[in-house]
């Protein structure tokens, strides 16, 4: 009873850490198009000032 009991542990403890790294891909991908998006916008608006939206 026991192996059994470790090897649905594993498999949960799996699932789960499988499921917190898609969730970290989405939110990384999300915050790629949101810093395109203002590298974008602040290339076609900024014509002569330096108007930066992020500290670097």
Not at 3 to 19: C, Q, R, S, T
Not at 25 to 47: D, K
Request: aromatic residues 16%.
């Amino acid at each position: 009873m026991a192996p059994i009991l470790l090897v649905l542990l594993l498999a949960l403890i799996l699932f789960g850490a499988g499921f917190a790294v898609k969730v970290l891909w989405y939110i990384a991908i999300a915050v790629l198009v949101i810093w395109l998006l203002g590298f974008l916008l602040r290339s076609t608006s900024a014509s002569g000032g330096r108007s930066r939206w992020y500290r670097w």
